[in-house]
């Protein structure tokens, strides 16, 4: 049997929807830095890099890439690579049209 929605988080003793709770609004949560190996993923994909040649790269699986990369998304939130490299460029000609 599941628990009920407005129990509190064993952990924190916040309630789903409090400010700093784990799965409120994106925007009110800290945004930690990312671990160095998302950081260093990133970077190759911003670069232009495929799945196939950051595996090669950093000695890593495919799907272990695959699953970085949608961790990267994640994170940023966007779905595909170009949001990325929009979301992450500061010179981008889209940003503020959304």
Not at 19 to 38: N, S
Not at 43 to 55: F, P, Y
Not at 77 to 96: D, F, I, K, Q, Y
Request: some cysteine.
């Amino acid at each position: 049997m599941a628990a009920p929605r407005d129990h509190p988080d064993r952990r924190s003793g916040l309630h789903p929807g409090d400010p700093g709770h784990g799965d409120g609004d994106p925007e009110l949560r800290p945004r930690a830095a990312a671990p160095p190996r998302l950081a260093k993923i990133a970077r190759l994909v911003i670069s232009g890099c495929t799945d196939k040649q950051i595996a090669t790269r950093t000695g890593l699986s495919f799907s272990t890439v695959r699953t970085y990369v949608r961790q990267i998304y994640r994170r940023i939130g966007v779905h595909s690579r170009v949001e990325l490299v929009h979301a992450t460029n500061p010179h981008s000609m889209t940003r503020g049209l959304d």
